[in-house]
């Protein structure tokens, strides 16, 4: 019996059925929701006065629903969502790590702007520069 090396590593996807066509209405659906969640709560941040707290938690919110768009994304069109665990955290592990060194370095950033400006040009602190006795010009 002859295995052709093509059918040893190729998957056969059966492109057809019940399942699968319910499988392609479910995730343009959800993907469609909350794309369209996310466009009207951007809208509301423009078309309508709020504090800035309030705004501030409103692009939190989209920012939670693009990030379950993009797990569901990778885990359906990259099938992800069928591989073993340890697959998955050895790709999100380490784009976690990179997500918070982003966020590390924006707010370390942000830090030394507010230092900086509240205490003029540098954040070294100068020294005070004692006069010289009147006798010495």
């Known amino acids: 019996m002859e295995h052709s090396a093509n059918s040893e590593i190729t998957f056969h996807h059966e492109a057809g059925g019940d399942d699968f066509v319910k499988k392609i209405i479910k995730t343009t659906v959800l993907l469609s929701v909350?794309?369209?969640?996310?466009?009207?709560?951007?809208?509301?941040?423009?078309?309508?006065p709020m504090a800035e707290g309030f705004k501030l938690f409103l692009k939190g919110v989209i920012v939670i629903l693009s990030?379950?768009?993009?797990?569901?994304?990778?885990?359906?069109?990259?099938?992800?969502?069928?591989?073993i665990k340890n697959l998955i955290m050895t790709i999100c592990v380490p784009l976690m790590l990179f997500i918070w060194?982003?966020?590390?370095?924006?707010?370390?950033?942000?830090s030394w702007k507010n230092l900086r400006n509240s205490r003029g040009k540098s954040i070294v602190p100068t020294e005070q520069h004692s006069t010289a006795p009147e006798g010495h010009h």
């Open 34 to 48: 909350i794309t369209m969640i996310e466009l009207g709560l951007g809208l509301t941040m423009y078309a309508f």
């Open 101 to 110: 060194f982003i966020a590390a370095f924006l707010m370390d950033g942000n």
């Open 67 to 83: 990030l379950a768009k993009a797990f569901y994304i990778v885990g359906i069109f990259m099938h992800l969502g069928d591989e």
